[in-house]
């Protein structure tokens, strides 16, 4: 069983939605992003998504954009990257780590390279995000043979007709992306949410977290009750860009969470 699954059956078995929270390794610098990943369980987050910055992050809205250029300023890489998952063991084994990105920073360094590095890391989960159910042969397959789950996102687009192809691959869980457009762009709706939730749900026995447009522990809360959980990203990663200190952050982190659990 792998931690992802590991920590889905945890939260079932306390009736609790999971709470998945996305900052951009690196930001905004090295030292201060690795002490917010640091704090993430404690406060509250049961999964990590760890942003690998990148020069084209075509998905993203401009808040996440200046996180990942940050980041690049600050000297971050993929290798660095992979060494906040090697700090971040040695003192938690069991929270959930999954990387999220773009394909060519993956590629550059070799896939093979790379999956070895990331299961020697602690890597649990990959989403990237420009890598179609098509391109599985790339990467996915590979993850998935050395134990890493592959992450699909499904969309408001993701019709009855593309969604058993989105599905073929997946695993660790479905991450719905609530809203079309970018990060950060819109605010995500329960109640248009919700049946779209049940739809893929009805397709796969995986859960199912929704993210894109939950900025409020009021929002993580009611998309939780229609969910199996909530992602959080644009909006703690604002909060680390405005500067704030790390103990705000883990703060307004531990109120997202907090709202998600009530879900």
């Known amino acids: 069983m792998s931690r992802i699954d590991a920590k889905f059956a945890e939260l079932r078995a306390a009736n609790k939605k999971a709470f998945v929270a996305y900052v951009m390794a690196g930001d905004t610098d090295y030292d201060t992003g690795l002490e917010v990943v ?17 020069t084209d992050p075509m998905a993203d809205g401009s808040t996440i954009q200046l996180a990942g250029q940050r980041a690049l300023d600050g000297g ?10 090697r700090e971040f063991r040695k003192s938690d084994d069991t929270t959930p780590i999954v990387m999220m990105g773009y394909y060519n920073p993956i590629y550059s360094r070799g896939v093979d390279a790379f999956l070895k590095d990331a299961v020697a890391a602690g890597i649990d989960g990959l989403i990237i995000v420009d890598l179609p159910p098509e391109e599985d042969e790339e990467l996915c397959i590979p993850a998935q043979a050395a134990g890493i789950n592959f992450i ?16 073929q691959n997946t695993s660790g869980f479905v991450y719905y992306v609530s809203v079309n457009g970018i990060t950060g762009a ?3 709706q329960a109640d248009i949410v919700g049946p ?35 992602v959080v ?8 860009g405005n500067g704030e200190s790390v103990a705000d952050v883990l ?6 969470a907090d709202g998600t659990h009530k879900g």
């Open 38 to 54: 640091k704090g993430l369980p404690a406060a509250g987050v049961d999964i990590i998504e760890l942003g690998i910055p990148f």
């Open 76 to 85: 971050q890489t993929l290798e660095k990257t992979l060494e906040y998952a």
């Open 152 to 167: 699909r996102l499904a969309t408001p687009t993701t019709d009855d007709k593309r969604l058993p192809k989105v599905l």
């Open 186 to 188: 819109a605010e995500a």
């Open 196 to 230: 779209e939730v049940a739809r893929i749900k009805s397709k796969t026995d995986l859960p199912v977290i929704v993210g894109f447009g939950i900025k409020s522990p009021e929002a993580a809360e009611n998309i939780a009750s229609i969910a199996d959980g909530a």
């Open 233 to 240: 990203g644009s909006a703690i990663v604002e909060k680390i």
């Open 251 to 256: 703060a307004f982190v531990k109120s997202l």
